[in-house]
């Protein structure tokens, strides 16, 4: 039994296409990232939770409660800290996940030490490294 043969055209425009995809991936996880760093910037970092608890139940508004890197992401995607457990937000998640020291992103955020500058050190060193991909890329 022979195998069809592709066109080579068609793999071409399909390679054309993979890259791009890759390249508009790469641009969205970009500006998730930073409005990630935004929220962190304006709402503040806590490391214990999603998001700060005691300023939530004192009326604080979730989306505006200092937050930890995930419920940052989930903020910057949902507008809700509670949104974390989303594929899109996991999606994220994961890719910082791959550039810290420890088990997972969710356990550094816990490490003493790692507080509001470390959490925006990461996002923003992230966010050159995918910059980097993209334009190289495009």
Same mark, same amino acid.
């Given at each position: 039994?022979?195998?069809?043969?592709?066109?080579?055209?068609?793999?071409?425009e399909?390679g054309?296409?993979?890259?791009?995809?890759?390249?508009?991936?790469?641009?969205?996880?970009?500006?998730?990232?930073?409005?990630?760093?935004?929220?962190?910037?304006?709402?503040?970092?806590f490391?214990?939770?999603?998001?700060?608890?005691?300023?939530?139940? =004192?009326?604080?508004? *979730?989306?505006?409660?200092? +937050? !930890?890197l995930?419920? @940052? #992401? &989930?903020?910057?995607?949902?507008?809700?800290?509670?949104?974390?457990?989303?594929?899109?937000?996991?999606?994220?998640?994961r890719?910082?996940?791959?550039?810290?020291?420890a088990?997972?992103?969710?356990?550094?955020?816990?490490?003493?030490?790692?507080?509001?500058? =470390?959490?925006?050190? *990461?996002?923003?060193?992230? +966010? !050159?490294?995918f910059? @980097? #991909? &993209?334009?190289?890329?495009?």
């Open positions: 039994m022979s195998h069809p043969v592709i066109p080579e055209r068609l793999v071409e399909t054309r296409l993979a890259a791009q995809m890759r390249i508009e991936t790469t641009r969205g996880a970009i500006r998730v990232l930073e409005a990630a760093a935004k929220v962190i910037d304006a709402n503040g970092y490391n214990s939770y999603l998001w700060n608890t005691k300023q939530a139940e =004192a009326g604080t508004p *979730l989306k505006y409660c200092r +937050v !930890d995930i419920g @940052a #992401i &989930a903020i910057a995607l949902h507008d809700d800290p509670r949104c974390a457990a989303y594929s899109d937000v996991r999606h994220i998640e890719l910082l996940d791959e550039r810290v020291d088990p997972t992103l969710a356990a550094w955020c816990s490490y003493p030490g790692n507080g509001k500058h =470390a959490a925006l050190k *990461l996002l923003r060193t992230t +966010v !050159d490294e910059l @980097a #991909i &993209a334009d190289v890329a495009a």
